[in-house]
């Protein structure tokens, strides 16, 4: 089992930044891939960015040169950087990693972008 521990959030102005942070505990694996994915009001859970060994990054079209995601302490840990943040990027941003044979979520955390 691993648990997902999301910290960081909150509310920011337009054209603000926040940051996420992330850490897998639990058992002893590391997550082959982690990353975010959100949920807008209303709307489905969407991709923001997933990180894959050995440094491949996907980012939504919407995030590309405004998000940005690191990954550190053993690869356990990644934290998403949100600049140049707008109205549209409120939602609840999910923490997921994803393991040989399974795949885990966060519980949420609150971003609201509002002036």
């Known amino acids: 089992q691993v648990r997902l521990v999301e910290s960081g959030g909150g509310l920011a102005q337009p054209g603000g930044s926040l940051n996420l942070s992330c850490t897998a505990s639990?058992?002893?694996?590391?997550?082959?891939?982690m990353g975010w994915y959100r949920q807008p009001p209303g709307k489905e859970r969407e991709l923001v960015v997933l990180s894959w060994p050995p440094g491949s990054i996907n980012y939504a079209d919407s995030v590309k040169g405004r998000f940005t995601i690191t990954r550190e302490n053993m690869q356990s840990t990644v934290y998403m950087q949100m600049g140049n943040l707008r109205p549209d990027d409120t939602a609840v941003y999910y923490c997921h990693a994803i393991l040989v044979n399974s795949a885990y979520w966060g519980q949420g955390t609150q971003v609201t972008v509002s002036s």
């Open positions: 639990g058992d002893d694996i590391t997550p082959y891939a």
